[in-house]
Nanobody
Framework: VQLQASGGGLVQAWESLRLSCAASGRIFNINGMGWYRQAPGKQRELVAEITSGGSTSYLDSVKGRFTISRDNAKNTVYLQMNSLKPEDAAVYYC?????????WGQGTQVTVSS
């Protein structure tokens, strides 16, 4: 199973991006999906997650600007990022967690210019 993340890029502050992450194989019993990010010199942090039941949670600094969603039929998770700020710049990683373990995508770079 591989997770393929896409949608990153260079945007100006207050613009939007939509990240996508799809699993190339079947993952059974997915408990949750999420997006992490890691900026240079900083630890990786959980930005948003969505459970199998659809409950969501967000990092305080992105609440109201980012929205996570999922398509269970496609084993795909999305992150809609609006009103991007320079401090949102990072490599964004998707992750699925299931009874078989935790799976990671390769990361997609988000750059925000002020």
């Amino acid at each position: 199973v591989q997770l393929q993340a896409s949608g990153g890029g260079l945007v100006q502050a207050w613009e939007s991006l939509r990240l996508s992450c799809a699993a190339s194989g079947r993952i059974f019993n997915i408990n949750g999906m999420g997006w992490y990010r890691q900026a240079p010199g900083k630890q990786r942090e959980l930005v948003a997650e969505i459970t199998s039941g659809g409950s969501t949670s967000y990092l305080d600094s992105v609440k109201g600007r980012f929205t996570i969603s999922r398509d269970n039929a496609k084993n795909t998770v999305y992150l809609q990022m609006n009103s991007l700020k320079p401090e949102d710049a990072a490599v964004y990683y998707c992750s699925f967690w299931a009874v078989t373990g935790k799976y990671w995508g390769q990361g997609t770079q988000v750059t925000v210019s002020s």
